[in-house]
Every structure is written in C-alpha cells, then in structure tokens.
C-alpha cells in the first residue's frame, strides 16, 4: 500500500496495492488512523489496482468517510472501476462519497 502525505494541502494519498479485501483494509484503516493525527483534511483514495471490494472494505471506506465528516474533512475515490462505481451507486453511497470523473475508461 502506498500512502503519501501533503501536509501544507492538508491531504493524504492512499493506493491500495490490490483488492480491498478484509486484511488490506484492515491494514489501510491502521496506516491511515496512524497519519490522520497529522490533520489532514482531505483523503484521496486511489482505487486503480483495486478490482475487488469485500463488505469488511466497503465497511472501512464508509468508516473513514465518518470520521473525515466529523472533521469537516472530505474522502475522494478517484480510479474506480465501472464495476466499482456500479457497486456504490447499488450501496447508495456514491451521493455521500466524492467519486471522481477518472477511472477506466467504458
């Protein structure tokens, strides 16, 4: 997992290095809880290599969207899948999340 900080923006980078699956996201929500005690108001979760969310990812992801909101913080997926972009528009939560415009092409 590669996790990069830009602490004069305020934000964190995150890029799994693969599914989203319960040991990686277990791993992702302790890396990123250890670099959230930098203030960081904004977390971009870069979801290019991920083809896989299981409900222990998904759940992780909303988590740190919670917690991003009590701070007045934002949470942005960029790369998603189509797949991926279906699977949280079927969730209901692609209103609540930041989805960008990139990702693999149609």
């Known amino acids: 997992m590669l996790i990069c900080c830009d602490e004069n923006r305020k934000v964190m980078y995150v890029t799994p ?3 989203l699956l319960a040991k990686e996201a277990e791993s992702m929500h302790r890396q990123v809880q250890e670099y959230a005690r930098q ?3 904004t977390l ?7 083809q896989t ?7 992780t992801i909303l988590l740190l969207y919670n917690q ?4 007045r913080g934002e949470l942005i997926i960029e790369n998603a899948s189509r797949e991926l972009k279906k699977l949280f528009q079927l969730m209901r939560i692609d ?3 930041t989805i960008s ?6």
């Open 53 to 59: 969310i299981d409900p222990f990812g998904l759940h």
């Open 68 to 71: 991003l909101c009590k701070s």
């Open 95 to 97: 209103g609540r999340l």
């Open 101 to 106: 415009q990139t990702g693999w092409p149609s």
């Open 17 to 19: 290095d693969g599914d």
């Open 44 to 50: 971009v979760l870069d979801l290019a290599r991920v």
């Open 39 to 41: 203030d960081m108001e």
